[in-house]
């Protein structure tokens, strides 16, 4: 790994795992070219500002963000003038661990995400992704390893969409997250973090959302919970905190009075009946 300042790109130096770590600032006069890489990799945006730029399309890039890169497909990025990138990658060549299922899950598909988009954990993935890198004790690879399995978990299981046309304007993006809110349900966030990690005002997004589902946000999210809620204390024996729980409140107190004013009946006397 070469941490030096760059004015091309740094190429992955493949250990026996099969695996690369890279680590890169780019210079004033950094320049790349179009390249099509024979493996997937995931870089992580740091620092600065710039452009991803693929095929016929542009996004626009600014720190913190995590880009996943397929195998095989042209990209090329370039920085704004005035605030080069400074950036690490994880490339994999055909390693043993991760398994290959795990990896394609992961990088099978363009995917950008900035902000309060990325996915949970990954920067403090990233850290000690590279701790362990510059560490190199004996245990340090397995950590490593370790610890790259987990953010591919983590990007698997990321919300955000993976970059394509069709998630490219409000409208898919929104009802993309109303889809996927049935099995999101239990996150702790409210309509201005979601509104603003799509690139939506409030209102924007608030329009969007009923013209999609039909139902307020609140009320929709409301309302899986509950069904969630109702389904543990039918089928489970789960207690009462640990159905509040699952379900994503952090208050028993909000719990109840929500699922008295769905169902009538306190959660207790719901499982008896």
């Known amino acids: 790994m070469n941490p030096s300042f760059r004015t091309t790109p740094a190429e992955p130096d493949f250990r026996a795992s099969g695996i690369a770590i890279l680590e890169s600032h780019h210079?004033?006069?950094?320049?790349?070219?179009?390249?099509?890489?024979?493996?997937?990799?995931?870089?992580?945006?740091?620092?600065?500002?710039?452009?991803?730029?693929?095929?016929?399309?542009?996004?626009?890039?600014?720190?913190?963000?995590?880009?996943?890169?397929?195998?095989?497909?042209?990209?090329r990025l370039s920085d704004a003038k005035g605030d080069p990138m400074s950036l690490y990658g994880i490339c994999f060549r055909n390693p043993a661990y991760p398994t290959p299922s795990l990896i394609a899950s992961a990088c099978g598909k363009w995917r950008l995400e900035t902000g309060t988009d990325l996915p949970i954990g990954a920067a403090e993935l990233l850290r000690a992704i590279m701790i362990e890198e510059r560490n190199a004790t004996v245990e340090s690879e397995d950590l490593e390893l370790s610890y790259i399995?987990?953010?591919?978990?983590?990007?698997?299981?990321?919300?955000?969409?993976?970059?394509?046309e069709e998630t490219l304007n409000s409208q898919s993006r929104v009802s993309a997250y109303a889809d996927r809110q049935s099995t999101t349900f239990w996150k702790t966030e409210d309509l201005e973090s979601v509104a603003r990690r799509l690139g939506l005002s409030r209102r924007r997004f608030t329009q969007?959302?009923?013209?999609?589902?039909?139902?307020?946000?609140?009320?929709?999210?409301?309302?899986?919970?509950?069904?969630?809620?109702?389904?543990?204390?039918?089928?489970?024996?789960?207690?009462?905190?640990?159905?509040?729980?699952e379900c994503g409140f952090g208050e028993i107190s909000t719990f109840y009075r929500l699922f008295k004013t769905t169902f009538g009946c306190s959660p207790g006397e719901y499982r008896k009946r």
């Open 149 to 164: 399995c987990q953010l591919l978990v983590a990007i698997t299981r990321s919300e955000a969409s993976a970059l394509s």
């Open 27 to 75: 210079q004033e006069d950094f320049s790349m070219e179009w390249r099509r890489d024979p493996f997937p990799k995931i870089l992580f945006v740091v620092g600065g500002s710039g452009v991803l730029h693929r095929r016929q399309k542009s996004f626009a890039i600014r720190a913190p963000a995590l880009i996943v890169v397929p195998e095989g497909v042209p990209h």
């Open 208 to 245: 969007l959302f009923r013209e999609a589902t039909g139902e307020s946000w609140l009320a929709r999210l409301t309302r899986l919970r509950m069904e969630h809620a109702a389904h543990l204390l039918w089928e489970t024996r789960l207690s009462v905190r640990s159905v509040c729980f």
